[in-house]
């Protein structure tokens, strides 16, 4: 995965092309907990990006860019406060 990206880019292209382009394996998640809002985590060079199941499509948009963002070291204005975004290393 070497896709330059920035944050323009990462806020405004279509998030299916997104995920085509830096070739993140999309995976709905089985998790019902209202409190989650998606995972992203490095699988070998791939990474893989967990959808909360029954999120709202723009609400899932917004959290997906955002944990992109992070997990891509991307600039971005902080999510809102409700979202806690915790980065586990193993």
């Known amino acids: 995965m070497s896709v330059a990206m920035s944050p323009a880019?990462?806020?405004?292209?279509?998030?299916p092309d997104l995920l085509a382009d830096l070739e993140v394996q999309l995976v709905e998640s089985g998790i019902a907990d209202e409190s989650f809002f998606g995972a992203v985590f490095r699988l070998?060079?791939?990474?893989v990006l967990v959808a909360p199941s029954g999120c709202p499509t723009d609400e899932w948009d917004v959290l997906?860019?955002?944990?992109?963002?992070?997990?891509?070291?991307?600039?971005?204005?902080?999510?809102?406060?409700s979202v806690a975004a915790v980065e586990v290393v193993s």
């Not at 880019?9 to 998030?15: G, I, K």
């Not at 955002?66 to 991307?74: D, E, R």
């Open 64 to 81: 997906a860019r955002g944990l992109l963002g992070q997990a891509l070291g991307v600039s971005l204005p902080a999510l809102p406060s």
């Open 9 to 15: 880019r990462l806020l405004s292209a279509p998030l």
């Open 44 to 47: 070998e060079e791939r990474l």
